[in-house]
């Protein structure tokens, strides 16, 4: 199993002639390291000096990728750094001023006593904050830390550098001010009180990594009492997405997506949410399994069928859906030829896109490229500038036809990094909200 966890950068420094940097990468290749971003930060006449990401599954493995790259003549590694903890010394986020304060007449505009006179125009006239302050384009990313991706309940102080991710994402993808919110408590009671209590400074509210079953009581109170888009991204945002990747590989496979019998493996937060999205789609047969009694009822409740086991499941599926948190729970011998491999749980999926493939799915994909980055960003941006007060199911489904439709045939899913796919969610998320 390729559970690639350890990411380092070495900085290699090889004689500047051709083939020698071909040794380093082979040298990483035999310990069974990956190769990630290169970066060449000299290039001189005598030696080139590059920054190389190496992706590995252990300490071990990392010792032995510097082992032969240091047994290389000529070769040198001037240092090993761990640009992940680097990325986050400080946080990842920070809140910025718009203005520049550079004189008196300045101070007195943006603050007193200048800003009075907004003040009193927003008290007589409420629905002005939306354009005289950041609140129209503030979302909260609430969490209560209880299941921070497949980590479980770690609390929402270990999993701020979560929440400060999606923030630096809303960000860049979308132009929103997304803001962490750590509770410390999960009861509905509560969280809904203070989620309420403290809703007037934002535009829209994300929950985030708030576990199942409290989450589905926390989102369907807060949706019907505030009157601002509420979404539970671990539940939409995913089965957005999910959906999004079904459309591709039914595409490419020449199968009516209504027509294909999918199988979801996992019915907590994300995969009720997925199973519900793909039977409002139309789709004929989902069929669901969790350990977890509860969890099969909900899914009945919703209309979905239950299977008694995940080799059934697997038998019995075109399409795969995996949500459980569970690292390497498929195994390879019960995927069959032609599947379809959705293993979406982060860190590490239940089995790897590599050992899928060889084992004969059509399509696999883990929850690093099939994530909900790809949605939650544009349809609070849609959500946003259509200036509604809720996210519909028809605003969903138009999110995922749009990422679907942004997809290059062969692809499951469009590059996030692409931020045309942002744009077109959020357009088709608008439009949508308006119809
Ligand atoms: N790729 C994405 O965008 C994305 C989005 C959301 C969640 N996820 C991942 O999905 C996983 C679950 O997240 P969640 O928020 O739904 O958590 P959750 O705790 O709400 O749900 C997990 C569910 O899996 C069930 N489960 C656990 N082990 C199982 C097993 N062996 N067999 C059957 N069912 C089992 C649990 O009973 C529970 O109902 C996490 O790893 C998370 O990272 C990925
Ligand atoms: O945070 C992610 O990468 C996706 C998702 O929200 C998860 O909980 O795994
Ligand atoms: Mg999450």
Redesign the pocket.
């Known amino acids: 199993m390729a559970l690639q966890d350890i990411i380092r950068t070495l900085i290699v420094e090889t004689p500047s002639k051709p083939g020698n940097f071909a040794k380093v990468a082979t040298a990483i290749g035999a310990a069974g390291g990956g190769i990630g971003d290169i970066t060449t930060i000299k290039n001189g006449t005598l030696s080139t000096i590059r920054d190389i990401s190496v992706n590995c599954e252990s300490f071990e493995q990392l010792e032995q990728v510097i082992e032969n790259v240091r047994a290389l003549e000529n070769v040198k590694i001037h240092a090993i750094t761990d640009d992940v903890l680097k990325a986050h010394e400080g946080g990842k986020i920070q809140m910025k001023s718009r203005i520049d304060v550079r004189s008196l007449g300045d101070l007195q505009r943006i603050y007193t006593p200048g800003v009075a006179s907004v003040c009193l125009d927003i008290q007589a006239n409420p629905q002005k904050a939306r354009y005289f302050t950041s609140i129209g384009n503030t979302v909260a990313i609430v969490t209560d830390g209880t299941?921070i991706?497949?980590l479980g309940n770690i609390g929402p102080v270990a999993g701020m550098p979560v929440m400060e991710g999606k923030s630096v994402l809303f960000d860049q993808f979308a132009g929103i001010s997304g803001v962490p919110i750590l509770l410390d408590t999960s009861d509905p009671d509560a969280v809904v009180e203070t989620v309420k209590h403290i809703h007037q400074g934002f535009g829209g509210i994300l929950l985030e990594?708030i576990?199942?079953p409290h989450?589905f009581e926390i989102e369907e109170r807060l949706k019907k009492e505030l009157n601002i888009p509420v979404m539970h991204d671990?539940q939409h945002?995913?089965a957005v997405?999910t959906l999004a990747s079904v459309l591709s590989a039914c595409r490419s496979t020449g199968v009516d997506p209504k027509k294909a019998v999918i199988g979801q493996?996992?019915?907590?937060?994300?995969?009720l949410a997925i199973c519900r999205m793909l039977m409002a789609y139309g789709v004929e047969e989902v069929y669901g399994?969790?350990?977890?009694v509860e969890?099969l009822e909900r899914l009945k409740g919703y209309g979905g069928q239950t299977l008694e086991s995940?080799e059934k499941l697997m038998a019995t599926c075109d399409i795969v859906v995996a949500?459980?948190?569970?690292a390497g729970?498929i195994k390879p011998e019960m995927v069959r030829p032609g599947q379809i491999i959705l293993a979406?749980?982060?860190p590490n999926p239940e089995i790897t896109p590599e050992d899928a493939l060889a084992a004969g799915a059509a399509f696999a994909a883990d929850?690093r490229s099939?994530?909900?980055a790809l949605g939650f960003p544009g349809i609070f941006r849609g959500a946003l500038n259509a200036g509604v007060s809720d996210i519909s199911y028809p605003m969903l489904v138009a999110a995922a036809r749009a990422i679907a439709n942004h997809t290059k045939p062969g692809d499951l899913i469009p590059n996030p990094l692409d931020p045309t796919v942002h744009q077109v969610v959020a357009r088709a998320v608008e439009q949508a909200a308006q119809e």
Request: glycine content about 22%; proline content about 0%.
């Open positions: 299941a991706l497949g990594d576990g199942s989450c671990d945002g995913t997405v493996i996992g019915l907590g937060a994300a995969g399994i969790d350990r977890q969890a995940l949500t459980t948190g569970v729970l979406l749980s982060n929850g099939v994530n909900n």
